[in-house]
T-cell receptor
Framework: GQNIDQPTEMTATEGAIVQINCTYQTSGFNGLFWYQQHAGEAPTFLSY????GLEEKGRFSSFLSRSKGYSYLLLKELQMKDSASYLC?????????FGKGTRLHILP | GAGVSQSPSNKVTEKGKDVELRCDPISGHTALYWYRQSLGQGLEFLIY????????KSGLPSDRFSAERTGGSVSTLTIQRTQQEDSAVYLC????????????FGPGTRLTVT
């Protein structure tokens, strides 16, 4: 089976850095996605990690440790538009299963 | 090019009625997913189609739910004898099809069962 856990809500300040963690337990693991979802909108792709390590893409970075069943999304230089839900999703045997998401609130 | 489209965008139905939700994936995408999202919640996996393979129906919550995909393109999710707990946003996504390909989501259908 699969359990995907991430914090329900987080709050951070504009200009700061925030790390959103995701832990998972699943068999047949292929890789891990992060998606961003603004309220009332569909999710949009942020990153996909297959191998251990950190992948950086502009202000956003994603880290994966397969042995620990752990990933995080790092957001730097936070902007108000980063207020959204961030969804961790595990790719298992080509099927993609989402966690419940983390609602990130950005304070001015 | 066109993205994933879904229709209708909103559907209000009476308890006990059947509804059909439609998804048009991006042309050439072999993988198609249906998810359900209740207010403020994460995405709940419903069903996954990959090419001509038998669909993975493991996420369908009851036998009132069914889905088909005709010609490897358009998909229809059918909910029979709708219940109030079926009220949610139903999201469809497609991808090129190999493991790890980015999913492109449609705008969703907001279903309200009264």
């Amino acid at each position: 089976g699969q359990n995907i856990d991430q914090p329900t809500e987080m709050t951070a300040t504009e200009g700061a850095i925030v790390q959103i963690n995701c832990t998972y337990q699943t068999s047949g693991f292929n890789g891990l996605f992060w998606y961003q979802q603004h309220a009332g909108e569909a999710p949009t792709f942020l990153s996909y990690n297959v191998l251990d390590g950190l992948e950086e893409k502009g202000r956003f970075s994603s880290f994966l440790s397969r042995s620990k069943g752990y990933s995080y999304l790092l957001l730097k230089e936070l902007q108000m538009k980063d207020s959204a839900s961030y969804l961790c999703a595990v790719c298992r045997d080509d099927k993609i299963i989402f966690g419940k998401g983390t609602r990130l609130h950005i304070l001015p | 090019g066109a993205g994933v489209s879904q229709s209708p965008s909103n559907k209000v139905t009476e308890k006990g009625k059947d509804v059909e939700l439609r998804c048009d994936p991006i042309s050439g995408h072999t993988a198609l997913y249906w998810y359900r999202q209740s207010l403020g919640q994460g995405l709940e996996f419903l069903i996954y189609f990959q090419g001509n393979s038998a669909p993975d129906k493991s996420g369908l919550p009851s036998d009132r739910f069914s889905a088909e995909r005709t010609g490897g393109s358009v998909s229809t999710l059918t909910i029979q004898r709708t219940q109030q707990e079926d009220s949610a946003v139903y999201l469809c996504a497609s991808s090129l099809g190999t493991s790890g390909d980015e999913q492109y989501f449609g705008p969703g259908t907001r279903l309200t069962v009264t």
